[in-house]
């Protein structure tokens, strides 16, 4: 991970460390995510993610996930992102003007 150019670590609560073994026993150690068909993972979870994207660190707001749930969530989220700032290069084909209405 590029956690040596991240500010995200510095961000968390000072209580993250609590907090993320709270939220490890409230889901049991069990990956909350779930497969496109509905079915929860429920693989032996040791990572805490935040469901929406960003700086709100409520309970509600964060789940227990295992390494490779985690990781494909993430880069997911990291892909759409990067999306969102890439200049395009797909142009529309101008039309002849005299096939203009």
Do not use: Y
């Amino acid at each position: 991970m590029a956690w040596h150019s991240s500010t995200r670590r510095a961000r968390l609560p000072a209580d993250w460390p609590r907090r993320r073994r709270r939220i490890l026993r409230r889901d049991a150690h069990s990956c909350q995510s779930r497969f496109t068909d509905g079915r929860l993972c429920g693989a032996p979870a040791n990572q805490v993610d935040h469901i929406e994207p960003g700086d709100d660190h409520s309970d509600s707001n964060l789940q227990a996930l295992c390494e490779w749930c985690h990781t494909r969530k993430s880069s997911s989220e990291g892909g759409r992102a990067a999306a969102l700032t890439r200049v395009r290069t797909h142009r529309p084909k101008p039309t002849h003007p005299a096939l203009e209405d």
